[in-house]
């Protein structure tokens, strides 16, 4: 089976930055994506990892550590905006996406 | 405008009608996908489809049907609604050219209700 954790909420201050980690165990790996879900929309694509490292996109960044089973996403100087939920969501061996439940993050001015 | 569309937006229905949820995509995009959403359970995999013509189970099939006839529509039916049912369901698809990403894009969602 599939096992993706990730917190289930934090918060934090506009201007600030926010690390939302994500640690899997699956039955194989095809790459780790992050999506972003604003409450009562659909998710939207943040980022794909398939190579150890990380990698940037504007304020958002993300990291992948396949021998540990561990992800990351950044989120740097952060905006009212960014208050929305963060899913996790590794692929597998058969290919298809195993979702964590997401992390709600909240900003406050 | 390209993308994904749902239909309808959200349903209250009567446990044991039947339902069918409406997916279209104008991406061309070759696979598509049904996930439902709970709260503090993440998204689960219903139904998908590689290409048109074909279908396979996920996580969650059981009193959940699909068809795929063309590239384009991939509707979900609920042969006879039970409470437990009630969720967001999620229409995506992706291109599945065999390299890069593959990256799955989402729908707008329905809520249903299963009274």
């Known amino acids: 089976g599939q096992n993706i954790d990730q917190p289930t909420e934090m918060t934090a201050t506009e201007g600030a930055i926010v690390q939302i980690n994500c640690t899997y165990q699956?039955?194989?790996?095809?790459?780790l994506f992050w999506y972003q879900q604003h409450a009562g929309e659909a998710p939207t694509f943040l980022s794909y990892?398939?190579?150890?490292g990380l990698e940037e996109k504007g304020r958002f960044s993300s990291f992948l550590s396949r021998s540990k089973g561990y992800s990351y996403l950044l989120l740097k100087e952060l905006q009212m905006k960014d208050s929305a939920s963060y899913l996790c969501?590794?692929?597998?061996?058969?290919?298809?996406?195993?979702f964590g439940a997401g992390t709600t993050v909240t900003v406050r001015a | 405008i390209a993308g994904i569309t749902q239909a309808p937006t959200s349903q209250i229905l009567a446990a044991g009608r039947r339902m069918t949820l409406r997916c279209t995509q104008d991406?061309?995009?070759?696979?598509m996908y049904w996930y439902r959403q709970d709260l503090g359970l993440g998204l689960r995999l219903i139904h998908y489809?590689?290409?048109?013509?074909?279908?396979g189970k996920g996580e969650v099939p059981d009193g959940y049907s699909v068809s795929r006839a063309n590239t384009d529509d991939f509707p979900l039916t609920l042969a006879s609604a039970v409470p437990s049912q009630t969720s967001v369901y999620f229409c995506?698809?992706?291109?599945?050219?065999?390299?890069?990403?593959?990256?799955?894009?989402f729908g707008p969602g329905t809520r249903l209700t299963v009274l």
């Open positions: 699956t039955s194989g790996f095809n790459g």
């Open positions: 990892n398939v190579l150890d």
């Open positions: 489809s590689n290409t048109a013509g074909t279908t």
């Open positions: 995506a698809s992706s291109d599945k050219a065999g390299d890069g990403a593959d990256t799955q894009y």
């Open positions: 969501a590794v692929r597998g061996d058969d290919y298809k996406l195993s």
């Open positions: 991406m061309r995009h070759n696979a």
